[in-house]
């Protein structure tokens, strides 16, 4: 029971903090909405079929823009020295990760809810948004747990901003090639059964590195 | 005539260099997948062992055997290009094995950097260890991925379409690739002792320094 307390008492703070200033998210929205402009460019999008090349223009911004939130989550903390603080109050080391990451999960979301319409208007993609929508929740739950984990790890090193994305995109290549495989799928309205080898491996892989990320998370901050 | 006698040449030096790369290769795991331990198992294995006895020891494990999967990572990516050159008439195929091999590669590049960009804070040692569980725990999902596109890797040794074990290698080549795998292995032990080795001393000479003045 504690520890649920401890979980909404972090996970309150994070919310209160980001409503405050508002900086990460629109970040976060600004660049999710750059990298989309610029794939137009660079590819030339108009005339090839959109259902298969815009599933990897859509993951692109996404983790893009996702690594920026991820990036500041524990740099802020490290900053300001109130990572100590929360690490001094009797506060349950899982509770911090757990609040953190879900913190996280929820800014990515609403990066991807403003992102994914934007993408759907850009490049006139026709859209079936009901099965969709849940993968993508399923992808960004994975994405949110390495990502807190290795932003901590980022954040205690000296080039934080730059470790970030060297850590995290080797181990995340497989979620993004899944989500992207899914999202394919579900754009060209295939069935399920067509990829469904793909979401058992997202599905593995969130359960997965929560759990592994949730374990080792207190030997990252422990000083 | 002489370009037969050229072909053949060809042949025996692709051979060669398959004979050569294998080994290497099966150091690590998505080449060789279920057959082979690998570099990055045996760090997390280290590394866990550090975080439950404090042990810089098994620190110094756990990074030389990054390392070590840094050096021969890259030398099994190269020979596999030199070989895949002539023989698949390509340097780099996007294939299955080759493309989880690189992946994992980049993982340990990745650790790399962490103990690069820290290398005077002690807690380096305990964040790196953790790198190494997140990298092992990743090694499933890396293999498995890219596996799911399919592709055009020799398969030499394992199971063909109808289930049954084959293993397309002549006796020669059986015993050349046996006497590669072993020499190979005895060169990674012997690296990772005499690594782990430099690193104590290495760290065993920093402290005396700080205790004596240079």
Redesign the interface.
């Known amino acids: 029971m504690i520890f649920y307390r401890q979980l909404y008492a972090i996970i309150a703070k994070e919310l209160a903090v980001e409503w405050r200033t508002k900086e990460t998210l629109s970040a976060m929205l600004v660049f999710a909405l750059l990298v989309l402009v610029i794939f137009n460019f660079a590819f030339d999008l108009q005339g090839v079929d959109i259902r298969v090349l815009g599933p990897g223009v859509l993951w692109v911004a996404f983790s893009f823009s996702g690594i920026i939130g991820l990036g500041r989550s524990f740099a802020m903390e490290r900053d300001k020295g109130s990572l100590d603080g929360m690490l001094l109050a009797p506060v349950d080391r899982g509770a911090i990760f757990l609040g953190k990451a879900f913190a996280n999960f929820l800014f990515i979301l609403v990066m991807e809810v403003i992102t994914l319409p934007l993408f759907v208007i850009l490049y006139n993609v026709p859209l079936e948004w009901f099965p969709l929508v849940g993968f993508i929740l399923m992808g960004t739950l994975g994405f949110s747990a390495v990502g807190t984990l290795l932003s901590a790890i980022a954040a205690s090193t000296r080039m934080r901003e730059v470790m970030l994305p060297v850590l995290l995109f080797p181990v995340l290549v497989p979620l993004l090639v899944a989500s992207v495989k899914i999202t394919q799928g579900s754009l060209q309205g295939l069935p399920f059964s067509d990829f469904q080898g793909w979401f058992n491996l997202l599905l593995a892989y969130d359960v997965i590195f929560l759990v592994v990320a949730y374990l080792v998370f207190e030997f990252v901050v422990e000083e | 005539m002489r370009e037969r006698g050229s072909d053949t040449r060809f042949a025996i030096r692709d051979t060669r260099l398959a004979i050569c790369h294998l080994p290497l290769a099966i150091r690590h795991p998505p080449s060789a997948i279920r057959r082979s331990f690998s570099s990055i198992l045996i760090a997390a294995v280290a590394g866990a062992l550090f975080?439950r006895t404090g042990n810089l020891k098994y620190d110094r494990v756990s990074h030389a055997c990054m390392e070590l999967g840094v050096l021969f990572g890259a030398i099994s990516l190269a020979t596999g290009m030199i070989w895949a050159r002539p023989v698949w008439n390509t340097w780099w195929t996007w294939e299955a094995r080759l493309t989880s091999f690189l992946?994992l590669w980049?993982?340990y590049?990745?650790y790399m950097?962490?103990r690069m960009?820290?290398r005077d804070?002690p807690?380096?040692a305990?964040?790196a260890?953790?790198?190494t569980?997140?990298?092992a725990?990743?090694v499933p999902?890396?293999i498995?991925?890219?596996r799911?596109w399919r592709g055009l890797h020799p398969v030499l040794f394992g199971t063909n379409a109808g289930g049954e074990f084959t293993f397309n290698m002549t006796q020669p080549m059986v015993a050349a690739l046996g006497v590669s795998i072993t020499a190979v292995m005895l060169v990674y032990f012997y690296l990772l002792v005499q690594r782990t080795r430099l690193a104590g001393l290495s760290s065993r000479v920093a402290e005396l320094r700080e205790q004596y003045g240079d």
């Open positions: 975080l992946i980049l993982v590049v990745a950097m962490l960009s820290a804070d807690g380096v305990r964040i260890a953790v790198f569980f997140v990298g725990a990743d999902f890396i498995l991925a890219p799911l």
